[in-house]
């Protein structure tokens, strides 16, 4: 997660929609979820030697004016590398057995060289291997922010962290996971409120994030609606227009991207 917040910084006055309807996403095209079994977190060796390169590379991080995303992206990583559709912020991200996935990229995320329109929706496959949780993308930022210190003063998205802390909180934030009006659920392990479950190791969730309106928010998990947020001050536009994956300390992966434009 790292440490400590952001000072005086202006809290985001926010709106928490309750009675959102639980919907399940519908399946990426042509069957494309799918059962595999769990394949090795990152090599300890090639997580040691990506942390040594991006803590020694300073350079700035530049992003060229990206497409603007006007159809259906999909994208199921059943390929040998990356490739030039992401912009990778740590060389601990990789390919591995047809998914995404990092380990301690220490708020370094991975993203999209497409940029979004005001209303998107966005689904993909997440897990961890580490009874830890804390699978984190980020939506709506510059495309390029990545974290300089161990505090992510950095962001320009919205944050969103299942099992964030140590699985003790899910978290959706504005600019700063620290700040005091960000909006979390604390988990209880024995809840039967299942939005309120901690992420479970080796399972693989579906994630659906959406604005329909140009100003709400909304984060879905297997179906099961997390939050609603108005933003009297929305995200969007130049240095809001890009999505991330990212991760802190866990091993965690990805598939299944699916990101539909929704105009704005």
């Known amino acids: 997660m790292g440490e400590n917040t952001r000072a005086g910084r202006k809290p985001a006055a926010w709106c928490l929609l309750l009675g959102l309807s639980a919907c399940v996403p519908a399946d990426p095209p042509e069957g494309a979820r799918r059962a595999r079994v769990a394949s090795p977190s990152p090599s300890l060796e090639r997580v040691q030697h990506a942390l ?29 590398s990356l490739g030039s559709d992401y912009a990778a912020t740590s060389a601990v991200w990789g390919l591995e057995g047809g998914r995404l996935c990092a380990r301690a990229a220490r708020n370094r995320p991975v993203w999209l060289r497409r940029r979004l329109p005001r209303n998107v929706r966005v689904e993909f496959d997440a897990e961890t291997a580490a009874p830890d949780g804390d699978i984190k993308v980020e939506l709506f930022g510059d495309g390029k922010s990545r974290a300089r210190s161990n505090a992510y003063i950095d962001a320009t998205s919205y ?8 699985n003790r909180f899910h978290v959706l934030a504005r600019l700063d996971e620290h700040a005091a009006d960000r909006l979390e659920l604390r988990v209880e392990p024995s809840s039967s409120e299942p939005r309120a479950l901690p992420v479970l190791p080796n399972r693989r969730y579906r994630f659906r994030l959406e604005r329909l309106d140009g100003e709400t928010l909304r984060w879905f998990v297997d179906g099961v609606a997390l939050f609603g947020f108005r933003d009297p001050e929305p995200l969007h536009g130049e240095g809001h227009e890009y999505f991330a ?15 539909e434009p929704l105009g704005g």
Not at 52 to 80: C, K, M, N, T, Y
């Open 52 to 80: 040594q390169r991006a803590e020694a590379g300073s350079a700035e991080f530049v992003v060229e004016s990206e497409p603007r995303l006007e159809r259906v992206f999909f994208d199921d990583f059943e390929r040998p």
């Open 245 to 259: 994956f990212n991760d802190w300390e866990t091993p965690v992966c990805f598939d299944n991207l699916r990101i």
């Open 159 to 166: 944050l969103l962290i299942y099992g964030g802390w140590k």
